[in-house]
C-alpha cells in the first residue's frame, strides 16, 4: 500500500461525455503526477501540479486538464471524451518535485464507447 | 513517445530461476528506476539508480546501469510465483522530473 488512493476504480462513458477522475495523495506530499496507460503499453506523463500550479506537461491536448487543491488531493478532467482515452489512469504522488521516488495509486479503468 | 525500451516482451521462467530484463534509452538521465505492476494496477517503486551508479542491489534484486551504452538490466534472482507481473523502466531525464516510461516486460513465473 502506497497510501496513494484513486477513485472511481472503474468508469464507463461515451464518445464525447466527460470524466473527472480523483486522486489523494500520501500525507505529506504536495506534488502529484497523472499518467495515462494503454493497453499493453507504459504509461505516459500527462502532467504534473506542485503546490496546485500545473508545472509541468507531456504531449497530450488541452483537453485533458487537471487541479490541485489545497489539501493536495487532485483531479483529472478530460473533455470530449475519444475512444482512444480508453486506458488506466494512474496518479502518482511525491514529497516534492526533486524528490526521486514516487508512489502511484491502484489508478482509474477507464473505458470509452 | 517512449524513452525506453525493454528487452524480451515477455519472459517465461520456472521459479527458483534468474530473471534478467534490459532496458534501452535514448538521451541523458539523471536516474533510473525499475518498477513493477501487477494484473494492470499501480505501480510500485522496486529500486533507483543514479546516473554515477554502476550497479545496485536491493534483496533480491540487482540493477546495472551503463550510461555509454544507454542501457540497464534488472536481474531478479531465485524467482518466485510472486514476481509474476509486468515490469518496467522508467528514466528521469536531464532537465526533467516526470517518469518516461518503457514498454515492460511481462514476466511469468512457472511454479
Request: a neutral charge.
Amino acid at each position: 500500500e502506497t497510501g496513494v488512493t484513486q477513485s472511481p476504480t472503474h468508469l464507463i462513458k461515451t464518445r464525447g461525455q466527460q470524466v473527472t477522475l480523483r486522486c489523494s495523495s500520501q500525507s505529506g506530499h504536495n506534488t502529484v503526477s497523472w499518467y495515462q496507460q494503454a493497453l499493453g503499453q507504459g504509461p505516459q506523463f500527462i502532467f504534473q501540479y506542485y503546490r496546485e500550479e500545473e508545472n509541468g506537461r507531456g504531449n497530450f491536448p488541452p483537453r485533458f486538464s487537471g487541479l490541485q487543491f489545497p489539501n493536495y488531493s487532485s483531479e483529472l478532467n478530460v473533455n470530449a471524451l475519444e475512444l482512444d482515452d480508453s486506458a488506466l489512469y494512474l496518479c502518482a504522488s511525491r514529497f516534492d518535485t526533486v524528490t526521486d521516488t514516487q508512489y502511484f495509486g491502484p489508478g482509474t479503468r477507464l473505458t470509452v464507447l | 513517445s517512449q524513452q525506453g525500451e525493454e528487452d524480451p516482451q515477455a519472459l517465461s521462467i520456472q521459479e527458483g530461476e534468474n530473471a534478467t530484463m534490459n532496458c534501452s534509452y535514448k538521451t541523458s538521465i539523471n536516474n533510473l528506476q525499475w518498477y513493477r505492476q501487477n494484473s494492470g494496477r499501480g505501480l510500485v517503486h522496486l529500486i533507483l539508480i543514479r546516473s554515477n551508479e554502476r550497479e545496485k542491489h536491493s534483496g533480491r534484486l540487482r540493477v546495472t546501469l551503463d550510461t555509454s551504452k544507454k542501457s540497464s538490466s534488472l536481474l531478479i534472482t531465485a524467482s518466485r510465483a510472486a514476481d509474476t507481473a509486468s515490469y518496467f523502466c522508467a528514466t528521469v531525464i536531464t532537465g526533467a522530473n516526470n517518469l518516461f516510461f518503457g514498454t515492460g516486460t511481462r514476466l511469468t513465473v512457472i511454479p
